[in-house]
């Protein structure tokens, strides 16, 4: 028998003559009792839907089911099939539906196609920003033992699928036909990395084994299940402090701006050991003062006084908005570049382009003259506490990344924290719109080497 290499639809056509009740029993199985006990609505997103198959058994079940894949000739087999529910092609990945909408995202047999790693996240991003806060995600995927083994409807006991390193082609002989298939190759740890990295909690992980009283002729299944299935819980937004302990390695820090020491003493707290640096004299007295054992200094000629590539992080908060013109801001990211390691992480807090249009909690910019900014501009603001104006610049989010990139900067994460009812704080606007952006950045060399980073790439010409 000659062997072919197939498609994806080939694949996928392939995967809906699979008997529900023999080669893919496993993939099912278990799966009603994991949904009674972790889903707790009914709307249903069926992620990579194929034919309809796994739409059809969500469906079964109960759930409202919507479904999107890649293909177009795979969605038009799902309409085909199931004509009352709305099955979608993705457009450049996105997912046509609001954000929070599904309790339930299912994706049965889907991630070991997408590779490389930034695609599995910013697919499992994009299925993420549609879960519901707490919603669940149900992800069947390859166990990653099962690439040795022969199963009753694949065999991957290939001499090339010995040694695979993550991110690797497995190739797979689907039994029954002459062709065979090739999966990305990702471990466990990865799963685990990207679902934790896109803000889901792995509630558990199943592994179907075959047992007597399925009455099938199991090969290995009983010893080694073919499939690995999460369940992964959607996190509840995370915080401020959650950004700098989810990106940053080492715990040497600078706070560039320090003021008077509270944002040093937030760091401090973190457990950061924390030198501060600012433009005034007085500030650093008064952050000495506060702060007796740590290390606060004068920059003289904005030069920070420390040794390159010297700190994991470099964090910087509100204080970007107080410089100006651009090549002083220029001159300034490039200096906290310096003393940053290969792999350290900067985090600037700024103010968002709408925190100069809105009323906040402690400050409030709706004046005229702050209409129709353009960059570079001073923004007016008047401190609620204390009746004075203050005068940013005005820089926008492309200023940002276009800065932070010539500096050699890759922007990972653009954080805007919106205020929450569990605040208990008497929030203005800051439940809608945030007045904050937190950027997170890493040297440009670390992302091409290790080529797994994350989100958010605008192109700035
Ligand atoms: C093996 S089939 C499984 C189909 C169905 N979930 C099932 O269990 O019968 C995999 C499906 O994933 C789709 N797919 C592959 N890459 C995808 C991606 N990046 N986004 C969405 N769907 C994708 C393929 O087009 C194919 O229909």
Same mark, same amino acid.
């Given at each position: 028998?000659?062997?072919?290499?197939?498609?994806?639809? !080939?694949?996928?056509?392939?995967?809906?003559?699979?008997? *529900?009740?023999?080669?893919?029993?496993?993939?099912?199985?278990?799966? /009603?009792? %994991?949904?009674?006990?972790?889903?707790?609505?009914?709307?249903?997103?069926?992620?990579?839907?194929?034919?309809?198959?796994?739409? $059809?058994?969500?469906?079964?079940?109960?759930?409202?089911?919507?479904?999107?894949?890649?293909?177009?000739?795979?969605?038009? *087999?799902?309409?085909?099939?199931?004509?009352?529910?709305?099955?979608?092609?993705?457009?450049?990945?996105?997912?046509?539906?609001?954000?929070? =909408?599904?309790?339930?995202?299912?994706?049965?047999?889907?991630?070991?196609?997408?590779? /490389?790693? =930034? !695609?599995?996240?910013?697919?499992?991003?994009?299925?993420?920003?549609?879960?519901?806060?707490? #919603?669940?995600?149900? $992800?069947?995927?390859?166990?990653?033992?099962?690439?040795?083994?022969?199963?009753?409807?694949?065999?991957?006991?290939? !001499?090339?699928?010995?040694?695979?390193?993550?991110?690797?082609?497995?190739?797979? *002989?689907?039994?029954?036909?002459?062709?065979?298939?090739?999966?990305?190759?990702?471990?466990?740890?990865?799963?685990?990395?990207?679902?934790? +990295?896109?803000?889901?909690?792995?509630?558990?992980?199943?592994?179907?084994?075959?047992?007597?009283?399925?009455?099938?002729?199991?090969?290995?299944?009983? !010893?080694?299940?073919?499939?690995?299935?999460?369940?992964?819980?959607? +996190? +509840?937004?995370?915080?401020?402090?959650?950004?700098?302990?989810?990106?940053?390695?080492?715990?040497?820090?600078?706070?560039?701006?320090?003021?008077?020491?509270?944002?040093?003493?937030?760091?401090?707290?973190?457990?950061?050991?924390?030198? #501060?640096?600012?433009?005034?004299?007085?500030?650093?007295?008064?952050?000495?003062?506060?702060?007796?054992?740590?290390?606060?200094?004068?920059?003289?000629? &904005?030069?920070?006084?420390?040794?390159?590539?010297?700190?994991?992080?470099?964090?910087?908060?509100?204080?970007? /908005?107080?410089?100006?013109?651009?090549?002083?801001?220029?001159?300034?990211?490039?200096?906290?570049?310096?003393?940053? +390691?290969?792999?350290?992480?900067?985090?600037?807090?700024? &103010?968002?382009?709408?925190?100069?249009?809105?009323?906040?909690?402690? $400050?409030? $910019?709706?004046?005229?003259?702050?209409?129709? %900014?353009?960059?570079?501009?001073?923004?007016?603001?008047?401190?609620?506490?204390?009746?004075?104006?203050?005068?940013?610049?005005?820089?926008?989010?492309?200023?940002?990344?276009?800065?932070?990139?010539?500096?050699?900067?890759?922007?990972?994460?653009?954080?805007?924290?919106?205020?929450?009812?569990?605040?208990?704080?008497?929030?203005?606007?800051?439940?809608?719109?945030?007045?904050?952006?937190?950027?997170?950045?890493?040297?440009?060399?670390?992302?091409?080497?290790?080529?797994?980073?994350?989100?958010?790439?605008?192109?700035?010409?």
């Amino acid at each position: 028998m000659s062997i072919h290499g197939c498609s994806h639809d !080939e694949y996928s056509k392939l995967f809906s003559q699979l008997r *529900l009740n023999e080669e893919r029993y496993l993939d099912f199985r278990d799966v /009603p009792d %994991l949904l009674q006990k972790y889903v707790k609505g009914r709307v249903a997103l069926d992620y990579g839907c194929g034919t309809g198959i796994s739409a $059809a058994f969500l469906k079964d079940l109960g759930f409202l089911v919507d479904g999107v894949d890649i293909s177009e000739s795979m969605v038009n *087999l799902a309409r085909q099939a199931m004509p009352e529910n709305n099955f979608q092609v993705l457009q450049e990945g996105k997912i046509p539906a609001e954000d929070v =909408h599904y309790d339930l995202v299912f994706c049965n047999w889907v991630l070991p196609e997408i590779g /490389p790693k =930034h !695609e599995l996240f910013s697919t499992l991003s994009e299925i993420t920003r549609v879960l519901k806060e707490h #919603g669940i995600l149900i $992800a069947v995927v390859a166990n990653e033992a099962s690439y040795q083994k022969d199963y009753i409807f694949k065999n991957s006991e290939f !001499e090339e699928n010995k040694n695979l390193k993550s991110g690797d082609r497995v190739k797979i *002989l689907v039994k029954n036909s002459n062709f065979f298939f090739r999966d990305y190759f990702w471990t466990d740890k990865d799963y685990q990395e990207v679902l934790s +990295k896109v803000g889901l909690d792995v509630v558990v992980v199943h592994h179907p084994l075959g047992k007597d009283d399925d009455g099938i002729a199991w090969i290995n299944e009983k !010893e080694v299940s073919p499939d690995t299935i999460y369940v992964a819980q959607k +996190k +509840k937004k995370e915080k401020e402090t959650y950004t700098i302990q989810k990106y940053v390695k080492g715990k040497v820090a600078l706070d560039y701006g320090c003021g008077t020491g509270i944002s040093a003493a937030f760091l401090k707290e973190l457990g950061f050991l924390v030198d #501060g640096v600012d433009i005034s004299e007085s500030m650093v007295n008064l952050a000495q003062q506060a702060m007796p054992k740590n290390n606060f200094q004068v920059l003289q000629e &904005g030069k920070i006084p420390a040794e390159d590539k010297h700190y994991d992080l470099v964090f910087s908060s509100w204080v970007l /908005p107080e410089i100006g013109p651009k090549d002083k801001l220029v001159s300034t990211l490039l200096e906290m570049t310096r003393v940053l +390691k290969e792999d350290g992480i900067l985090i600037v807090v700024v &103010g968002s382009e709408a925190s100069y249009t809105k009323e906040w909690i402690h $400050a409030n $910019a709706e004046f005229e003259e702050n209409k129709n %900014l353009k960059s570079g501009d001073r923004a007016k603001i008047l401190a609620k506490s204390s009746n004075f104006f203050w005068r940013d610049y005005f820089w926008t989010d492309k200023d940002y990344r276009e800065v932070l990139s010539k500096v050699g900067l890759d922007v990972v994460v653009v954080h805007h924290p919106l205020g929450t009812d569990d605040d208990g704080i008497a929030w203005i606007n800051e439940k809608v719109v945030s007045p904050d952006s937190i950027y997170v950045a890493q040297k440009k060399n670390k992302k091409e080497k290790e080529g797994d980073t994350i989100q958010v790439k605008t192109e700035i010409k």
